[in-house]
Each structure stands twice: as structure tokens, then as C-alpha cells.
């Protein structure tokens, strides 16, 4: 589990997070929505320490996160990031096992075990065919899976997503978040994953936070969240929810109802 | 397992050849039969003229060269993993100038050929090489990044701002004119085994300390933030590649003078070869970075026979054409 307090970010003076409270559950897929620029990747940057903290804390089991090395922070909290200006030239087999570093001794050398986790990640993203293959190579669905793998193979209880949808296919995008989905629910993975699609939030996640200019605006589940009010004033957009035709879930549809 | 070792094996038996050539070509060609008797110490009187060239000045010369290339290749190699730039490489980016100007200064005030007045002088090579990296780094740096783009233009304008000065020391320095030339375009004029003594802790210490960095410069590729999301301490690690590239570059400068293009050349090679990963890289780029400069080298001297070439002139001619692929070939396509 994963206890975000206080939490604000600021660069420079411009503050980008503003006490920023959310709880994130083992088992369990949160969302976090919201417009652009409002702090979604900020967020899962100053959690995994790459931005730096103004203040407030980050807590799992008891720790605070922002006063381990690394290296420590690493086994407890994997990152996906945006398949974005991937290295070309090492391969799949070789970029999945560097999730394996925060468990490597100072010479960098792999063991069996290493090589074992590397196996499982790439059939649990089923992707171990393409172990051979070049990252520049792939199409983009492809290295996305593969970052996914990449941050299976470090074995933490919490697993962030930044967008990793942003540039797919459809198809893909639905493949991934089963995926995700299943490694919350089959794994216990706390899962925090920043996503732009609403429908696509409201059919995986189990809970659901809309973050608008760098403040938690409503939180809960996805019907709780994706009200038309809320909606259409963070992203300034008049907005229709309706019933999903086949799932129990809601359906955001831009436009304003000629009825009203 | 074979397949892992078979660059290996195959590096070494072209660093073995090619000092071999090295040691055998020169104003007095020595044959490979009377080559063979030295090493193996067999009837030594017959040969006493080929056995003195041999060990007193051809032999420390070869090894000269030899381990002069080792460093160039195993830095530029590190310079091009940190920038994460395929054009990196330590003159690029100043360091060997500023090695360059330290060198040149410690030799404006004292030039005395012992061994504590050649001590000095890799010592202010390092001075100025770090000093230059880390002037580099402040003006480049933007808070807490450091963008590319912004490392090799601070680089090439420092560089060019220590070369001035390097000429200026030089011009001042009149006596000397014509020996500092010929050191600073690549001729180890300095003869004996005297400055290997020296050179040689300094490289062992930098070459062995980044075979180290493998794994870490492997993660450096993909970003700042994805390597310290994988538990890298990015900064430090940089900061200690920079710094030991940095000292193994001066050691070299210091005895050999400014080389180009080795650093570019030899992790280029060897990674359209081998691949990406630093593990191996590394001590490729090294042993390659030997092999290369040792041949560069018996082409200089072959080439205006009897006249000796600078080796920094033939690996220039080389180079430049070869810089200008690479930057034709990043620009299409990613292999890096």
C-alpha cells in the first residue's frame, strides 16, 4: 500500500502539486485523471523520487520513501514510463533484466534468479518471443509492454504508470490495462496508474482521482467521480455520462444534451 | 559461453599482432626470426643491435602507444555513455585540451627531463582536464539537468579558449617550440621506459575503476529518470565517471599529447560489432582503443619513411572522414 500525505511540488516557484492526499491499495488499480498539465506525471515523478519533494510524505509499510536510497526505493516502487525516446539498440531480453539493477551487486552481475524473473516478467506481459529482438525495433505497443515487463522484473508491492496508453492502438490499450488489472487482482500489486482516457479509467480502475491544477478535486469510484458536474468543470468541456451498454460502468461523452 | 568470449580471444590475438608489427617496423627493420630469438632470449650475442633497439627503445615506445590508445578508447568510450551522445569523445568536449594547457604549463615553467619534472606533468594535465570538465559542467548544467546540446557547445567554446591559451604558453615559451608542437600533435617523442613507470599507475587506477561503471552506464542510456527509477544514483555515478575519464584522458595527454578521434573511432566500431552493452563496451573499447593507435602509429612511421609522422595527423586523416559518417548515419538511423 501506498499513503501519499501533503504531498506539494513545486518548480521553481510555480507550485505544481498542492497538498496532494491519496491512499493507494494493495489489490487494488487507482486512476488518476485530470487535465493536461495538471500534475498527473509530477506526481508519479516526485513519488518515485526523480522530482524533488516541497513537503508532505510518501509512506509504504511504514517507510518513507523519500529518505531511502534509490536503490532501496526501488525494490519496494516500479515505474512505467512513457515509451518515449527508448535507447534503439539493446534488446528486449537486456532492457527487461536492467529491472533486475536494485538487486545487482556494485559489478553489475546477474545470476540465474535474475535471469528466471527476467523469464516470467516477458511471458507475463506475453512478450517473451520478442526477447531477442532490438527496443527500436518494436512498435510502440511493443516497448510499452516491454517497460511493463521491465518494471515487473524489479518484484515490488507497487507498481506506477505514467500514461503508458498515451500513444497506442487501441487494442493495445485494452491488452495493457487486463494486464495491469490482472496484476492487482492476481498479484496484490498496489497499482497507481496516470491515464487520459476517462472510459478507459472508468472499466479498470476500482477507485478514481481527478487531479485539477495540482489539487485532488474528487476521489472515490469511478461512479462516484465521473459525474458530469465534476467533469465538465475540470476539464472545461460540457459532458454526458451514461451507462456503459453491456458493463456495469459509467460513459463519458463530450457534447453538450440538447434536452437540458 | 564461446560466443562471449570470442571477442575476447579475438581482440587480444590483434593487440598481440599488432605489437608485434609495431616493434618490428622502423628506421632499422628488425626480421620476425631474429624478433622471435629476442623475446625467447635465444643466442642473444648474434643479435645485441636488434635486442638494445628492441628493448630500449622500440619496446617502450610500442607499449607507449599501446596503452595511450587504451586510454582514449576506454574514455571516450565513458564520455559517450554519460552525454549520451554518439559524438562524445574527449576532445569534443575539452578535456584533452584542457589537459592539454595544464600540460603545457607545468613544461613552460620547468622543462627538465627527470623523473620528477615528468611526475609534475601529468599531474597538471589533470588539474586542467578536470578543471575544464567541471567548467564545462557549471555552464552547462541547468539546475539539476544537463542537456546535451548545451555539454558540447560549452565544450567546444572552452576548448577552443584553452587551445588559445596552449598556443600563446608555447609562443612565450620559445626554446621548446618545435618539441611542443611534436608532443601536442600526438608524437611521443619522450623515448624509455621512464614515463610508462609513471603513466601506468594512473591508467590502471582509471581504466580498471571504469570497467566498474558497466552496468550503470548501461542504465544512464535510458534517461536520468528511468536509470534512478531502477535504483541508479545518477548523479554520483556521473560525477565519477566524469572524473575518472577525465584523469585517465590527462594521463594520456600528459606522455602522448593530443590524439584525436581514438575515443570516437574505436566504442564506434566496436559497438556496431558487439552491441550497446557497456559491460562489454568497455573493456573492448580499451583493448580496441590499443590496437588501433598501435597500427595509426606503424602507419606514421611508415608512411614518409625515414621521416616519422605524428601519429595525431594520421588518426586526424582517419578521423575527420569517419566523424562525418557517424554523424551522416545518426541522422538516418538509430543504431545508437
Redesign the interface.
Known sequence: MLKIENLCVAYGKRLILNCVCLEVSSGKVTALIGPNGAGKSTLV?SV???VPILSGSVWTNGKDLSSL???Q???LL??V?QAV???????VW?TVL??R??Y?N???QTSLRDDDLTRCALERVDALALAGRRM?ELSGGEQQRILLA?ALA?STPILLLDEPTAHLDLQYQVNLLETVHDLAYNDGLAVLIALHDLNLAARFADQVALLVEGEIRARGTPRQVLRPNLISEAYHLPVQVVRHPFLDVPLVLPGAGDED | MRRRFLPYILIFIALVLSVLLSVAIGSVFIPPGDLWRVITGQSPRIITQAAFILTAIRLPHSVLTALTGAALGGSGAAYQAVFKNPLADPYLIGVASGAGLGAVAAMAISWPYTFWGLAAVPLAAFLGALLTVFTVYALARIGKTLPTTNLILAGVAISAFATALTSFLMLRSSGELHRAIAWLLGGSSQAGWGPIMILLPYLALGLGALLLFGHALNLLQFGDEQAQQLGLNVTRTRTLVLLIASLTTAAAVAFSGVIGFIGLIVPHIIRMWLGVDYRRLLPMSILGGAVVLLIADVLARVVLAPQELPVGIVTALAGAPFFLWILRKTKSQGYW
Open positions: 515523478k518515485s523520487g526523480v536510497h534509490s536503490m526505493r526501488a525494490r516500479a515505474v514510463p525516446s527508448m535507447p534503439p539498440a539493446y534488446t537486456e536492467m529491472g539493477t536494485p545487482l556494485f559489478l553489475g527500436g521491465r524489479q
